[in-house]
C-alpha cells in the first residue's frame, strides 16, 4: 500500500458568506507530483495556506504525513513550500536570507545552503540585494528555500510564475529528477496547464471551491485523446457487439459513452454496426480536446 | 525556539534600523552629558517622581545675569559644570522612557518587517508554529530591548564619567542597581510594542500606532485622573513616573505594587496581540 503524505476530507473554508473551499476531498501519496489546476478563485492556494498552516480551516480535516492537528509540530519541518509569492528580506543577499531560515530550522550543514543556490543557478549572485532581484531571481530563490533541507514534501504555488522558457524547463527537469531520484513528493498548481501537464502525474481540477475531477495522467490521456465518442441506449450490449467485431481498443465512461480509439474504425461502419446489433445510436461525434479544452468542458458542464 | 531567537538575532545585526536606533541611543546620551543635563521626551509631569523632585537643577540665571535659555549649548555646560555636583547618570536614568522610541525600532525589525514582507510565511508554513512563533519573538524582542537598556546604562556611566569627572557621576553599582529595578518597566515598554507589532502586523500601521501611544496614554492617564479625582499615588504607576521613581530609592511595597502592574501591561498586550495573531490568515 502506498503511503499517503496529504490527505483531506471534506476540507472546507469560508470568508464570510464566501465559500472558498467546498469539501474538498484529495490524497496525495508518496512519489506523486500531484498537480492542481483551476482558474483564480478556485481554491488552490487557499488549500496550500490550510496544510501549511497559514490559514485556518472553517471545516473538514486533512493529514500530513499521517499526522493532524497538534500532532503535525515536527512534521512540518519535512515540508519545503512556496505559497503565493516569494517572501524574503529586502536588504539581505541570497544567501543571507537562506541562512536566516537555515538557523531558524537548525540545520547544521550549511552546505546545503550553497546546494540549494546552485540548483536554482543563483550562487553567482554574490552580495546583490533581494530588493533588486528580477522577478525570476526572486521565484528561483524562493524555490531555493523550499528545496533547501531535502523536504519530503514540496508545496509550490505558482512556482514557474516569472520564469523564463529556460528556467521553466530546468525547473521541470530539476522537480522530475528530484521526484525520481529522492522520492520528494510535489504539489503543484499552476495556470498554465499545458506545463503542469509536462510535470504532474496526477491532477485534481478545482472550481470555486469545488473539486470537478480527480485524475491520474493516464486518465487525462484518455479523457483528451482522439476518439469517436458515441451514446448508446444499451453500453454494454453495444461493448460486446464491438469485442465481436475485432474492436478492443475503446473505453466506456461513465457508464454511458462509449469511446473507441482505434483509428481504422469509420463511424459509418460502427454506426452500421451498433444498429444492425439492435443498439440505438443517440449520437456519434468525434471527441478529442486539448487539455484547456477538456478543463473548460468540465466547467461548463459544472456550471450547466 | 532558541534557532528562531538566533535566527533573529543574525538578521537583526544585518539590519541598519537597529544601528539607527543605537545612533540615536548615543546621541541622546552625548547631548545628556555635553549639556550636563537629563533631556526627556516623556510629557512633563507635575508628578512627585521621587526624592530629588524638588531639587531645581536648572538655573534661571547666570552669574552675571544673562538668561540661561540664551545661551549657547556650550556656555549651558560651563554653567552648569560650575554648580554644585549631583548623579547625573542617575537623572538620565530616571528618564529612560525615552528607550521606548528606541524599542520602537527593534519591535518593527523582529515583528512588523516580518509581516509586511510576509516573510513570516517562510516560517510558518515549514519551521515553527504560531505558538513558538509568537513566544519567540516577544523574548527576542524583550532581551534586546534589555541589552539596549544595559547598553544605555553603562554608556551614559562611563561617557559621563570620561566627560563630566566624579563630580556628576554616582558609582557603577548604583547605576547598575538601578537599571535592574527598572527592568520590569522596560519589558513592560517591549511587551506593549511586541503586543502592538502582532496587533496591527503592517509597518506603518505599527508605527502610527506606536509612535504617539506613550504621549496619548500619559495624557490620558493625567486626564482621567484628574476627572475621576484619583488619589496622586494612582499617577505613581504611570509608566514615566515609574521609571523615575524607581531610579531613586523606592519602597518596598511601591516596588510590589509596580512590578505588579508591569506584569499586567505585559499580559495585556502580550494577549492581546497572540488573540489578534493566533488564527489570522497569513497574507
Known sequence: MRETVLQTKGLSKSYGSFQALDHVDLTIYKGDIYGLIGRNGAGKTTIMKIVTGLAEKSGGEFTLFSKRGEELGNEKRRIGCLIENPAFFSGLTARQNLMYYAIQKGITDKSQIDKALEMVHLSDVGNKKYRKFSLGMKQRLGIALALMDHPDFMILDEPINGLDPIGIKELRDTFQRLNAEEEITFLISSHILSELYMTANRFLILDRGRVLKELTKEELDLAC????????????????????????????IDGKELRVYDETVQPERLNRLLLEGGVAVSAMFEAGISLEEYFTSLVDQKEG | MLNMIKADFYRIVRSKAIYLAVALMLMMLAVDIYTVEAGNLGVQLSVDTGDNAERNREPMQTDDGAQISSLSMKDYRNVKLKMPGYALDQDVLACNLNLYYLFIFVAAVAVSADFSGSCVKNTLSFAIDRRKYFLSKFLFVMLCCVALLFVNTYVMYFGNLLCNGSHFASDLGNVTRITLLQLPPMLALAGILTGFAFLFRRMAVFNAVAIPFIMVAQVLFHFLSFVLKLPEETMYYELQVMIARLSMEPSRPYLLKSYVVCGGLILLFGAAGWLSFRKTEIR
Open chain 1, 225 to 252: 485523446m482522439r476518439c469517436l465518442a458515441v451514446h448508446a441506449g444499451d453500453i454494454g450490449k453495444a461493448a460486446v457487439l464491438l469485442e465481436q467485431n475485432g474492436i478492443f481498443d475503446y473505453k466506456v
